[in-house]
């Protein structure tokens, strides 16, 4: 079973990842002296799946358990969706003491974590990932946060969990756009830090599209490492963090206009990341070749690399896109690579550029 460290000092913590670990939680918590109350916080699709399975294997261990179950994606991802939660943790008497269980996606992870964080000015969290986007990224690193109507993650913290499950068995029930979308973050590591892991899965396309056991858990394994290594060296995204955000600036802008519901996070940093490859063409000289090779894979895993926007549309994603966490003294950085595994970060595209290639995502 292979497990990974996040090294962060006196908040280090271990990454398990294998299959049928959800009978293990209940063990794990005690291991970790974790209060008696709990909080499990996961979405009507999760808890028809696996909510029972993780509330027994607490039970048995001795812990109290409440559930709270949110609608699945992104609009759930929201203030009023905290304040629900902030108003049953404080009817059922959650304690400093006490801890939540995020069992979900990235949306469930993202919420549960910021509940986690600003509830009694923290308390302790859990992340169970059930999808691949989460388990290879959103899950790890303690970025937690909710979305404002005005633009992604604009509401958020840091808040390390105590450990992560990564449970690949819960992949299996996976539907195949969830699970393609969460190949967009498992590319981005290769193309980021990695040439030789990129390879690996353009060699490999078929094992990753027939959810090969063995190759996923390797997979999921070195996603997990590189994100930990980044995230050693720079926990709240003060330098090198950022290199993960590529893809995501024009992403996240994708998202914000389309209402947070027509594209999959993993969707629309597709179509990011290929924005991102072009742009590192013209801006640091990113060989035809490698753009090439990039968009080659996302089209071979059956991810989308264009998007239809109308004028009004494109207009709104530059206005999004200024409104990004990721732009500094009115100006956007983006994160663009030099070749593939060697990137860079805070770097200062013109909107002309941009708008040039954002006007390149409609050809087909």
């Known amino acids: 079973m292979p497990n990974v460290n996040v090294e962060l000092g006196d908040r280090s913590y271990n990454i398990q990842i294998g299959a049928n670990l959800l009978n293990e939680l209940g063990t794990m918590c005690q291991q970790h002296n974790l209060g008696q109350k709990c909080v499990i916080v996961t979405d009507s699709n999760v808890e028809a799946a696996y909510a029972e399975i993780v509330t027994d294997s607490l039970k048995a261990s001795g812990f109290d358990p409440i559930r709270i179950t949110i609608k699945p994606g ?3 991802k929201n203030l009023q969706v905290v304040q629900m939660c902030y108003e049953l943790l404080a009817k ?3 304690e400093r003491n006490s801890f939540i269980v995020a069992l ?3 949306v469930v992870g993202d919420l549960a974590g910021f509940v986690a964080a600003t509830y009694l000015r923290g308390i302790s969290l859990v992340q169970i990932p ?23 993650n604009l509401v958020g913290s840091f808040h390390q969990p105590r450990f992560v499950i990564c449970d690949r068995a819960t992949l299996a029930s996976l539907p195949d756009r969830e699970y393609k979308a969460g190949l967009a973050e498992v590319i981005k590591y290769g193309i980021i830090y990695d040439a030789q892991f990129f390879t690996q899965l353009d060699q490999n396309v078929d094992l990753l599209m027939n959810r090969d056991p ?11 490492q590189i994100k930990a290594a980044i995230v050693g060296k720079d926990e709240k995204e003060s330098g090198l963090r950022a290199i993960l955000n590529f893809g995501h600036t024009i992403g996240h802008g994708l998202e914000a206009i389309t209402g947070y519901g027509r594209l999959l996070h993993g969707e629309a940093i597709s179509i990011g990341q290929i924005a991102a490859a072009r742009l590192s063409h013209m801006r640091l000289g990113l060989s035809k070749h490698d753009v ?6 996302f089209q071979r895993v059956g991810l989308p690399i264009t998007i239809v926007l109308d004028a009004s549309e ?18 956007i950085k983006f994160v663009l690579i030099k070749s593939i595994g060697e990137s860079e970060f805070g ?5 002309s550029m941009v708008a040039e290639i954002v006007d390149t995502l409609h050809e087909q």
Request: proline share 1%; charged share 25%.
């Open 74 to 76: 992104e609009v759930s």
């Open 92 to 94: 059922h008497r959650i």
């Open 104 to 106: 979900g996606g990235g």
């Open 130 to 152: 059930t999808t691949l986007l989460a388990q290879v990224d959103s899950s790890v690193g303690g970025k937690v946060g909710v979305n404002l109507p005005a633009g992604k």
């Open 214 to 224: 063995a190759f996923l858990d390797l997979v999921i394994a070195r996603c997990c």
């Open 292 to 297: 090439e090779r990039i968009t080659s894979v």
């Open 314 to 331: 494109r207009r709104s994603l530059l206005e999004a896109m200024n409104l990004d966490k990721k732009v500094v003294s009115g100006g």
């Open 347 to 351: 770097l200062r595209v013109e909107e």
